[in-house]
């Protein structure tokens, strides 16, 4: 064992507190629970989500996240109601960045779902949402904040997988949907092509 500390595992402690990422707002959900013995955390799962569909800025996803949603507030909160859901991460149209949930912790985002080979993504994932409505296009100031926060989750877990509920729950979710732009993060994080989902393309080789 080396008798001083490496720089990166240096920089990653300034990054993180435990499993919750400095540069984050933090409103604890009560929605997560232990992952189980062992567990390798290798996969950022990429959400959507806005309350109601399509309406954005408010205070309904925060809400729904800590179980303090008025059920009553909109129609559509009928569909959901006594959801009890959280993500590690929500990322707002204008860039600012919510965590929910420690990352350490298993967050309730993916459901019966199913990622290289192995099931309950829940188990070994970090949930990210992104304020939006699957199909439609995302803000440049949410890239930037996904960029910087995958980069730091990068250098606190072994990350090897970015993909979209879509892909991890396929039939059964659309999110994020086809207007998030997986090239622009790929050339943003510079990761290589098998993190990402299959049918990304390829970067030019040259450039
Ligand atoms: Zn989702």
Redesign the pocket.
């Known amino acids: 064992m080396a008798a001083t500390t490496a720089p990166e595992v240096q920089q990653a402690t300034a990054l993180w507190c435990g499993g919750w990422y400095r540069f984050a707002r933090h409103l604890p959900s009560p929605n997560f629970g232990p992952r189980p013995p062992g567990t390798t955390i290798d996969l950022i799962?990429l959400?959507?989500?806005s309350l109601p569909p399509g309406e954005y800025g408010g205070e309904e996803v925060l809400s729904l996240f800590t179980n303090t949603l008025d059920w009553e507030a909109h129609p559509y909160f009928q569909q959901i109601r006594g959801l009890q859901v959280s993500a590690h991460f929500f990322i707002r149209r204008d860039g600012q960045l919510w965590q929910f949930v420690d990352g350490d912790a298993r967050a309730w985002?993916?459901g019966t779902s199913s990622y290289r080979g192995r099931d309950n993504c829940n188990d070994d994932s970090i949930g990210i949402?992104l304020e939006g409505l699957d199909g439609e296009a995302f803000e440049s100031a949410q890239y930037e904040t996904l960029m910087s926060l995958c980069t730091a989750l990068a250098q606190r877990y072994p990350i090897r997988h970015i993909a979209g509920?879509e892909h991890i729950a396929p039939g059964r979710?659309p999110?994020p949907g086809a207007g998030f732009a997986w090239q622009q993060l790929q050339d943003a994080l510079a990761w290589e092509a098998r993190c990402f989902p299959e049918g990304v393309p390829m970067p030019p080789r040259s450039r």
């Open positions: 799962v959400h959507s989500i985002h993916a949402e509920h979710k999110d």
